[in-house]
């Protein structure tokens, strides 16, 4: 019979949230009233977001650990993302946790990512503390926002237990938390209290051996590889003989050549770890993410983590633009292949596959932004490469081809609601569901294919003039909805190599919106700009004014160009279509035909309406 104890020293505790309502903020908090930095010491804000991406974007992409202590009782923190694109980061952190504090912002309320992480932790059969956050905001709805978490809760098929669930009232940004909303302010207290009566020590069994999950990996220069992750059963020590249990089961040796646990932001040495603390250990080389490490003498895995299948894929190749090779170190398709597979060990979410086109690979996460982070790292690394349009991965189920579907909430002035309802039913989105509380904004859900939402985001923008807010979470597979037009607007595609000229640009700035400044290199099939018709037209950016010894008064006036909107990459991703692909550099992103060649392309052109006709 299994014996379980507790291990009361330690609690585990993620923190879950929709993007932006306050998780690391209230992070920080925690680490000012847990003593990790000293009185007079300079704390830059949001120090958990660690990557410039994080940092530049204001949110958070990969799971974090570290840890405080309150109490003589160590508490770890894992800081998750917040946005569903990298719900496979939630879902490895999760399985370190025996908690999880629910962040909800007090005038939003709960939003769609916010269901997705929720759904995670009640399926994992964590205990949750609700923490509604910025209750000092001037709009916020407090006891409405508690109901709505309620039927949040009670929609999610949370159990008994799960929905008796303590509530908090914080402003994480001035570092307090009250049991009522009147309470006075002083700090965190409440909080670090409710952590500790409410949430369990980890429970592991006395009589069984050392085993640990690995949940994430890390790299050294002086350890080499790191394996991360929480210590099931049994006590570990420095130098002990162990094996790793892969994917195939099979037991490969190891032996720990160093062992550290989180103090604050920082790793410090152990000498052993016992159940319940997060460690991090090297001396292995050969481990991924999900493998159990244990002992040599009785070697048994712990069930594999288990991700949510990726919806979208996007293709990768190498620049094989008449510009390669001149502003990226590593260009080669072999460096390329080398990044991609260090991604999938660090991130359970990608895969990567063979394509059928030599130098290329097929990606595949939960979702176009995520792709665009990964590119945007990669850019920021030295590479060079090409990189096609997200497209969703469609399933046969039961023989009927089915396509990933969206729950999509549109929150927006009541004016705009008319130019959304078209543009989503345009691409085949159904409206579930209305809600106007006569405050001049409405709320919109709609179930809408993952395709029909590439693209859609900058336009919405443009349609609600920058007020609209738009969040989607993925909702299974349904039977396909059909085709629809993805874009209504053609390309001014480059006609020759050369530098774009002023005099040229403003004269084709009638045709449509350029994408680039005067002086800029340019190549035959490079996109320049978005045509107003819906058909591509090859243009000629280089042309200069024809110069004669005949002069006219208003003829050398100055050339005014209109300011050419900075290209993005996610803008990039959203406008290219099936024939065009986005070639990204550390210095440039460019947008470009597949086939460069003008004369190639109509003949392809020319084919494929033979084809249609003969049909």
Known sequence: MTQTTHNDAIRNVAIIAHVDHGKTTLVDAMFKQGGIFRANQEVDDRVMDSMDLE????????????????????????????????????????????????????????????????????????????????????????????????????????????????????????????????????????????????????????????????????????????????????????????????????????????????????????????PGDIVVISGIEDVKIGDTICTKEAPKALKRINVDEPTVSMRFSINSSPLAGTEGKHVQSSKIRERLTRETMLNVAIRVEDSDERDSFIVKGRGEFQMAILVEQMRREGFELTIGRPEVIFKEIDGVLSEPMEKLFIDCDDVFMGIVTEKLSARKGRMTNLVNNGTGRVRMEFTIPSRGLIGYRDEFLTDTKGTGIMNSLFDGYEEYRGEFPTRHTGSLVCDRSGQSVAYALFNLEPRGEIFIDAGIPVYEGMIIGEHNRDNDLDVNPCKGKKLTNVRASGKDDAVTLTPVRPMTLERAIHFITEDECVEVTPESIRLRKNILSGQNRHRLAGRKKKAAENQ
């Open 55 to 274: 940092r530049e974007r204001g949110i958070t992409i990969a799971a974090k650990n570290c840890a405080v202590s309150w109490q003589g009782t160590k508490i770890n923190i894992i800081d998750t993302p917040g946005h569903a694109d990298f719900g496979g980061e939630v879902e490895r952190s999760l399985t370190m946790a025996d908690g999880a504090i629910l962040l909800v912002d007090a005038s939003e309320g709960p939003l769609p990512q916010t269901r997705f992480v929720l759904k995670k932790t009640l399926e994992a059969g964590l205990k949750v503390i609700v923490v509604i956050n910025k209750i000092d905001r001037p709009d916020a709805r407090i006891d409405e926002v508690l109901d709505e978490v309620y039927d949040l809760f009670i929609d999610l098929e949370a159990n008994d237990d799960q929905l008796e669930f303590p509530v908090l009232y914080a402003v994480g940004r001035d570092g307090v938390a009250m049991n009522s909303p009147e309470e006075e302010q002083k700090d965190l207290t409440p909080l670090f209290e409710v952590i500790l009566s409410e949430v369990p020590g980890p429970v592991y069994d006395p009589e069984q051996p050392f085993q640990m999950l690995v949940a994430d990996l890390s790299y050294s220069d002086y350890l080499g590889r790191l394996a991360v992750g929480r210590v099931f059963h049994g006590t570990i020590h420095s130098n002990d003989q162990l094996a790793c249990i892969g994917a195939d089961n099979n037991p490969r040796s190891l032996r720990v050549s160093k062992i550290q646990t989180y103090q604050g932001l920082k790793l410090a040495e152990a000498s052993e770890a016992s």
